[in-house]
Each structure stands twice: as C-alpha cells, then as structure tokens.
C-alpha cells in the first residue's frame, strides 16, 4: 500500500521571466571573430571592423545582443515618444479650471442673496483681468461668500507653491499635500539657509561645517543625501536647468501666466523670490548645464510644472546616453555609457547588451587579438588569423562533408603514419590508441580519488601524418572585377581555409599566397586578409606564375601543386625590364608570355587547377586550351563552393 504521506507534486515550465535570461552566454568570442574577419576581409580596418561590430551588435546562439545602433535607435524613440504623448501646461489648465470652479461656485452663492452687496461682488467677478495670473491676483483680498469657491481658490496657491517646489526638490509635491502654514515657513526657513550656504560658498568660503548644519536641519528635503556643498550644487544645479529648459519651451504667453501665478504660491511672494535667487545663484555656479536649451512637446497628456521639469530632465538624459552610445567624440570608449541611465530609461536588458558589449571588447583585446604592424596601423594577429581560419576551414569542411557524405577527420595526412606524438581522443577517430598515454592518464586520475579503472576522458590516440610534402601555390585574383563582382571575400576564405588546413593537418607542406592584378606579390596571410580592393585594370597571371616557380623550385623535394583562382583572361604580362605591359582584349605577347611560363611549370610536372569564376565565354574558351595543354583541371564553383572546391582539389592531389 502506498505511503499516504506521499504527495505528488506537479511541476510546470516556462521561459524565464524574471528579466534577463541568467543562463544565457554573455557572448561567444568566435562568433565575434568571425565577424570581425569578414569585416576585413572586405576592406574595413580591424579597428573600424572592431567599431561595426560593437554597433551593430552580436547574434548569440540563445539570444542576441542589441548593438550600439539598435540602443541608439531605442534612445531616440523613447525622445520621441515623450515628446509626442505630453504636453507642458499642464499647471495652467489646472489653475484654469480651479478657477473656473471658484468663480461658478461664488456666482452661485451671490445669486441667492438679495443684496446690493451681491450686486457689487458681482461686478467685481466680472472685472476681473482674462488671463488666470491676473485674476489669481485679485482675487487675493476677495472675501469669499461661497465655501467651495474659497476651498478652490486656496486649493490654486497650494497647488502652485507645491508645483514649484516639485521642480526644485524631489517629492515635495506629496510632502507638501495639505501643507499648514507651519510647513510653509519650514520650507521658507530651508530657503533661506540654502541661498546662505550657496552665497558663501561662491566667494570661495569654506562651507564643510556650514553644509553639515544645513543637512543636518534641513536633510529630509534632500533624499538624494549629497556629501558637500558641490554635490549640492550639482543636484540642485541639474534640476533647476530643467526647469528653465522647461519655460524656454513654453510660449510667451504661458511664460508670462506662470511667472504671475508663482506670486501667489501658498499665498505669499517671497516662496518666488527665494526660488529666482537660489536659480540665480545656481546658473552662476553651475554655468555649463544647459540653461538655453528648450524641446517641442505636442502631446495630449498635460504635465505640470514638476512632472514637465522630470521630463526635461530625461530629454537631458537620453541627449547625454545618445551621445555616449554614438561613440563620435575623440577618445570614446564604451565603458563611458552610463548603465544606471540606461537601466533607467530604457530597462535593464538594455544596461546588460551594453555591458556585454564591453565585456566583449575587452575579452578581444585581452586575447591579443590585434596587433600593431610596422607602419603603426593596427592588423589582427596570428592568434586572431588562426581562429578564423578555423573558423572558415570549419564551414568549408562542412560543405563537403554534407556534399559527398564524408565526415571532419581529425588525421594529420592521407598516408597514416604515426609522427610520434598523442592527442585526446575525440568522437570519429579513427586512429590506434596510445595504450601508454592511455594507462598513464588513468592512474593519474585514479590518484586523485576516482575509483574508476577507466575512462573515455583517458582515451589518447597516436597522431598521424602524410610523410609526402607538397609545395603549394595558391594563386588568386586581385584585379577590379573580383571586388565589382563581390567575389572578393570568397577569395580571402579560399585563402584562409586552405591555410589553416596546411598549417594544421599537412604541416610539412609549404603554402606560398601569391595575389595577381596588374602586377603580382607573394603575401602573409594577414596582408591578404587585410587587402583593400583597388581599381586597377590587368590580370597578370604571368607574373603570378613567375612567382609561383621561384616557390616550387625553392622545394625540389615536394610535389608541386598550382592553385589558380580567376575570373578574367590574362591582360597583362611582366615585361624584362619588370614593367607590367596591359592591353585589352589581349595581346598575343601576353598570353605567349602566359603560356610560355605554363609549360616550365608543367615541365616541373606541377599539378595544376584552375577554379573559373564568372561566365565569360573568351575565359572558359583560354582555360580549356591551357588545362589540356599542362594537363590540368578546370573547376567552376559558386562563390559559396570555392572554398569547398579548393580544399577538396587539393586534399584530392594529396592522395593521389
């Protein structure tokens, strides 16, 4: 019988919904390389490909990472929005309407009473000036008949001493909710002591024990807790250059019904003038905020004074993180972001891609992933041009594993020889364990307190390798047209992933990287992955040819092999006095040249390839004539393919 004390509890999942997801991965350093690459290959800088990654921004295998242009975008929308949903009078309707109740409920009350003095209440209501400043005014020494018309007409001072309060102080506006005329006087009090201690500390007078008898009378105004008379200064300064930003964006008209209603706030000038020194004061010591500014607010939300000064306040913000995300300004660097506004106005996924980004840009410098070349400029280092050919080699594999239904092998060679050294074993290898290396890495791990007799994780295999080198020559295009025809990138992977395979799997065979346009030269990796394109008119494969023998003779011992890469015929030849000669279409003593230099290669008894991009029939028409003359092979990829087809070409002249 089942155990009654047994209960079955019932489980549901779901995505994460507690903000951002905390098993993501904060960024994969690949995928960054890999797009920075691809970047230079294409002609950027590594720093501007460094600069278009961060704004641009990262696809993670679980999540994406919004870049700098995405945040931007987000900034200005939220500007956008603030500005198209509100609107700054807020203040003034509701004045406008308080006074329009007063004035109905008073006229009500008089026209009840029988009375000359009713009569002449009445034709002072109606005198009254027409805008609500005025008439605010007036109505000041009113004795007022109706109790409703008075409770509005006092509910008008509060509302205005309260709204400009909020402007100036934090939450003063609900502090100051039905204030008695005890709380005014406090604020009056505190006023004054500010406007003290602000004074003194313009005329350059120590303030530290004056700062401390203030905060320590009037700290409950102040919830931000500021440590000195600067930072004071700092917080006060910022919102009262809001404020001013805020009637700079009203109309005259609304300037001037402000400036009138603020004499009445809570019944008394002086709340007002206290007010216009301490700004005074403040745009004296604080001259770089934004005093002049103003924004054009067309909503239907009516603001008031302290809600309309906050949203000042944030256009600030999001100007000031608009130009920090922008990057524009010399020495910019993306730990200037600040995350708290950014968590502030736009959340906190937002405050995460930018520290991710950050986090990225550091992980990329700290792994040394560029370096500075002779002439100062920077270039991506060995380390960073072996990643992505991994990376590329990778992807190439793949083409033809998933084409001829093969699979990555990690064997060093064809032949299958042991050279010696171990590696771990790894999932499809087929190679003969190292028993010794094997045992070895058990009873290691046994010493350490795992009881077990063996394990996958012990597993060495014997490394081998092709004991037959081969010179390789890998000649590629450079001319105008690779660029127009974007077969420019797929050039340089070409490159990439044929080198990574050579510098790791065939170590004993040597690569030469030879680039033909108008003239031709033998490259690095890193200059070839790093070239701009040029407009240059020629394809001189026969300088490249030239070249490629000084490489296979510089290998007598190795199998030749000549990879050659082109869309175009060969327009161009090296003259003896190393002057490049061009014509179009081409000239007889160019292709002589070109085919002269074929037939001393073939003489060698290179294995030639030749990978024809495009449809140009006058190409494929010379290709065809130089394969069967040097009993080579021709091969006419898609731009995704050539990789795939050099790789498998030369993997293939390896066997054979």
Not at 305 to 321: P, S, W
Not at 344 to 357: F, H, K
Not at 389 to 401: C, E
Not at 482 to 509: C, N
Request: proline share 5%; with cysteine; charged share 30%.
């Amino acid at each position: 019988m089942a155990d009654p004390r047994r209960r079955r509890f019932r489980y549901a999942y779901g995505p994460y919904t507690g903000g951002p997801d905390p098993l993501a991965p904060p960024f994969d350093i690949r995928v960054a390389m890999d797009e920075i690459g691809r970047d230079v290959m294409e002609g950027s800088s590594p720093r501007q490909a460094m600069q278009e990654l961060m704004r641009r921004g990262m696809e993670n295998p679980r999540n994406r990472t919004r870049g700098l242009d995405d945040l931007t975008r987000e900034v200005w929308q939220r500007r956008r929005d603030l500005q198209r949903d509100n609107r700054l009078d807020g203040t003034l309707q509701e004045v406008r309407e308080l006074l329009q109740r007063a004035l109905s409920s008073e006229r009500e009350a008089l026209g009840n009473e029988d009375s000359d003095d009713a009569r002449f209440r009445e034709m002072q209501l109606d005198a009254l000036p027409n805008d609500p400043g005025g008439a605010v005014r007036e109505l000041g020494e009113y004795d007022w008949r109706s109790a409703d018309a008075r409770e509005a007409y006092e509910e008008i001072r509060d509302l205005l001493g309260r709204e400009m309060l909020d402007q100036r102080f934090e939450g003063m506006k609900q502090a100051m909710q039905n204030a008695t005329p005890e709380d005014v006087e406090r604020i009056r009090a505190m006023l004054d002591d500010l406007n003290a201690l602000l004074a003194n500390h313009a005329q350059g007078q120590d303030t530290t024990e004056q700062f401390s008898e203030f905060m320590q009378k009037h700290g409950e105004f102040f919830p931000e807790n500021p440590q000195n008379t600067d930072e004071l200064a700092d917080l006060l300064a910022a919102r009262a250059a809001a404020a001013q930003r805020m009637l700079n964006s009203m109309s005259a008209e609304q300037r001037a019904e402000l400036a009138e209603l603020s004499q009445q706030a809570f019944g008394d000038p002086r709340l007002a003038q206290s007010l216009a020194q301490l700004d005074a004061q403040l745009q004296g010591l604080r001259p770089g905020e934004d005093w002049e500014g103003s924004g054009r607010f067309r909503g239907d939300n009516p603001m008031g004074m302290g809600e309309a000064t906050r949203a000042m306040e944030q256009l600030g913000q999001l100007d000031a993180l608009a130009e920090q995300l922008a990057q524009s300004y010399p020495g910019a660097r993306i730990e200037d972001i600040d995350l708290d506004a950014l968590t502030e106005l736009l959340g906190e996924q937002a405050a995460v891609d930018a520290r991710t980004l950050a986090q990225l840009e550091r992980e990329l410098q700290r792994q040394g992933l560029f370096e500075r070349a002779a002439d100062g400029t920077l270039q991506l280092s060995p380390k960073a041009l072996r990643r992505l050919g991994q990376s590329v080699l990778s992807d190439v594999v793949n083409q033809i594993s998933s084409r001829r239904g093969e699979r990555e092998t990690r064997r060093s060679g064809a032949a299958g020889e042991a050279t010696g050294a171990t590696r771990p074993w790894a999932f499809g290898d087929t190679e003969a364990w190292s028993v010794p290396r094997t045992l070895l890495n058990a009873q290691l791990r046994k010493a350490g307190g795992d009881p077990r007799n063996l394990d996958v994780t012990d597993v060495e295999v014997v490394e081998t390798e092709q004991r037959t080198r081969a010179a390789v020559a890998l000649l590629v295009d450079t001319s105008w047209s690779m660029v127009a025809e974007g077969r420019w990138v797929p050039m340089k992977r070409t490159a990439l992933a044929l080198h990574q395979l050579i510098s790791t799997r065939f170590r004993g065979d040597d690569l030469a990287l030879i680039t033909f346009g108008r003239h031709a030269q033998s490259v690095e990796l890193g200059e070839l992955v790093g070239l701009e394109g040029a407009y240059a008119q020629g394809t001189n494969l026969h300088h490249a040819l030239l070249l490629a023998g000084r490489h296979l003779r510089r290998n007598p011992d190795a199998l030749p092999v000549v990879l050659v890469v082109t869309d175009g015929e060969p327009t161009a030849h090296l003259e003896p006095d190393g002057e490049a000669y061009f014509d179009y279409p081409p000239s007889p003593y160019t292709l002589r040249a070109t085919v002269g230099e074929l037939d001393k290669l073939a003489g060698m008894k290179a294995n030639f390839t030749f990978f024809v991009l495009g449809e140009d029939p006058r190409l494929a028409a010379f290709m065809d004539d130089v394969a069967k003359r040097c009993g080579g092979r021709i091969v006419t990829p898609t731009l995704d393919g050539l990789g795939a087809e050099v790789v498998a070409d030369y993997l293939k002249t390896r066997r054979t």
